[in-house]
């Protein structure tokens, strides 16, 4: 599957985003899709993850109640809704898809990436 993420960009702390990733090539329904990040020096980290039929999230604490993801399974999205946002969650914001069942929150199961998607929370 062929992802292409979008949406970054240049927010002031406690604003908001919206991320979209667009699925294409494969059955999206196949696949756990997933968000992860890497800030400048840092390890890449898990954000979040959303089941194949959209009903089961998982978040890392630092997003928990700030950021939200959701798929559409009739048009092969996956979003990130990212409110409250914080100058740490500065980072190169990647959307992911993996066989694993039922969630995967750890890079090595997922399978496939997209390019990366720049967001900037400014203090």
């Known amino acids: 599957v062929q992802l292409q993420a979008s949406g970054g960009g240049l927010v002031q702390a406690g604003g908001s985003l919206r991320l979209s990733c667009a699925a294409s090539g494969r059955t999206f329904t196949n696949y756990v899709m997933g968000w992860f990040r890497r800030a400048p020096g840092k390890e890449r980290e898990f954000v979040a993850a959303v089941s194949r039929s959209g009903s089961t999230t998982n978040y890392a604490d630092s997003v928990k109640g700030r950021f939200t993801i959701a798929r559409d399974n009739t048009k092969n999205t996956v979003s990130l809704q990212m409110n409250s946002l914080k100058p740490e969650d500065t980072a190169v914001y990647y959307c992911?898809?993996?066989?694993?069942?039922?969630?995967?929150?750890?890079?090595?199961?997922?399978?496939?990436w997209g390019q990366g998607t720049q967001v900037t929370v400014s203090s």
């Open positions: 992911a898809a993996s066989l694993a069942f039922p969630l995967a929150v750890v890079a090595e199961e997922y399978n496939n």
